[in-house]
């Protein structure tokens, strides 16, 4: 063999390992490309799917605020205070939350019949804890309902009869006899035969 083809298959030879090292590195290149995508897809994902989440615990975490806030609008409130709030109000704080008539009568102290009354409830709501559910009559229709008489039954005297009224929160500060009313609606009847003389020419049936 000739020195000038043994130096032509030595430049071949290079050629081809070049390229071949050329072909390699550009796979790798291409290799590490795709894994740095799929990573910055796969960190992508993860952050998208971090966001979403806390979106959605905000989202959650408002409208459980909106539910405790709709909920707390639905209890029932007494000027701003709710029925536990008064229960555990001693009777001068409550006193200041009433309208001026009511607050006036009150600071002049309860009369001994009110008194009577509202000692009779008091024993009405112990035997209740008990499991008791006693009717209290009375004829004191001037009496204040305070917070501490809601869930009992009074019967209220209305002049015939007594009237039985379940003490509800928002009778709260109103007076008894506002519950049994003393009058009933008039209901007319048709006119009898010779009350009128209108009434003379009514065909008998």
Not at 44 to 68: F, G, I, N, Q, R
Not at 71 to 100: S, V, W
Not at 157 to 180: A, C
């Amino acid at each position: 063999m000739a020195p000038n083809e043994e130096q032509n298959d030595g430049k071949q030879k290079e050629t081809k390992a070049e390229d071949a090292a050329k072909e390699s590195v550009k796979e790798s290149v291409k290799e590490s490309a795709k894994e740095s995508a799929k990573e910055s897809a796969k960190e992508s994902a993860k952050e998208s799917a971090k966001e979403s989440a806390k979106e959605s615990k905000e989202v959650e975490d408002t409208k459980e605020l909106d539910l405790a806030k709709e909920r707390d609008r639905l209890k029932f409130h007494y000027r701003g205070h709710t029925l536990d709030q008064l229960k555990r109000m001693n009777m001068d704080e409550f006193i200041q939350l009433l309208p001026a008539r009511a607050r006036r009568s009150l600071k002049r102290g309860l009369p001994p019949r009110q008194r009577k009354l509202l000692e009779r409830l008091r024993r009405a709501y112990r035997a209740k804890k008990r499991g008791k559910d006693l009717l209290t009559r009375t004829h004191v229709r001037d009496m204040l309902i305070f917070p501490e008489m809601v869930g009992l039954k009074i019967g209220v005297y209305n002049g015939k009869q007594y009237e039985v009224v379940d003490v509800n929160p928002e009778m709260i500060g109103h007076y008894l006899g506002e519950f049994s009313l003393t009058r009933r609606r008039v209901q007319h009847g048709s006119p009898g035969i010779g009350a009128t003389r209108s009434s003379k020419y009514v065909p008998l049936k």
